[in-house]
């Protein structure tokens, strides 16, 4: 069974600071693909990057980027220069290339931005 | 262009009352999902649907049935609700491995 585990239930950093959110998983897969999603206090659930498994580069999206860490199924995003707009749950997401389609996530990490 | 739509956005239920719960994608994809969230228990999944026609369970199966009626439409039904079922209800969908597009969720409480 896949499972994705976020060991940060809450981080806060400081307004312009850095701050990076941990996930690891768990496959024997070796074709998959691993997500953030955002989910600010609207509840709407947001994309915040993907990274294909077979890809070695890490994904980046403007101050948004992953360190993926196939060997050790670590998946951690770091957010750069941190603004208010980006208090929010971190869901780190988990799908296989095998053909079930499940999609699992992880427990969530709360951040909390500090003016 | 509505994404995914689920409804009610809110609903309280007695315990032992049933209800549906509708959810509808205008996004032609072939994948339907069903998670409920809990307070530090993130996502679990209760049901997919990988294509019109199939359904398989998730980690929390327990209390609740599907219907993929079409490939716009899969509803989740609580039989007999329970006070545990107290929860926010997301509907999702997506097309092989990209990204899943989210409801705005539902509230259900059952007191």
């Known amino acids: 069974a896949q499972t994705v585990t976020q060991s940060q239930p809450e981080m806060s950093v400081q307004e312009a600071e850095t701050v990076t959110l941990s996930c690891t998983y768990d496959?024997?897969?070796?074709?998959?693909?691993l997500f953030w999603y955002k989910q600010p206090p609207s509840r709407q659930m947001i994309l915040v990057i993907r990274q294909e498994a077979y890809k070695q580069q890490n994904a980046t999206e403007n101050r948004f980027s992953v360190n993926f860490q196939k060997a050790a199924k670590s998946f951690s995003l770091k957010i750069s220069d941190s603004q208010l707009g980006d208090a929010a749950m971190y869901f780190c997401a988990f799908t296989s290339n095998f053909g079930n389609e499940k999609l699992t996530f992880g427990t969530g990490t709360r951040l909390t931005i500090i003016p | 262009n509505a994404g995914v739509t689920q409804t009610p956005k809110f609903q309280v239920l007695k315990t032992g009352q049933s209800m549906t719960l509708q959810c509808a994608q205008d996004m032609n994809h072939n994948s339907m999902y069903w998670y409920r969230q809990d307070p530090g228990m993130g996502l679990r999944l209760i049901y997919y649907s990988a294509s019109e026609g199939t359904t398989d369970k998730g980690e929390v199966p327990n209390g609740y049935n599907v219907s993929r009626l079409n490939k716009r439409e899969f509803s989740l039904r609580l039989e007999s609700a329970a006070p545990s079922q107290t929860s926010v209800y997301f509907c999702?969908?997506?097309?092989?491995?990209?990204?899943?597009?989210f409801g705005q969720g539902t509230r259900l409480t059952v007191v």
């Open positions: 496959t024997s897969e070796s074709d998959y693909y």
């Open positions: 999702a969908s997506r097309t092989g491995l990209a990204e899943a597009f």
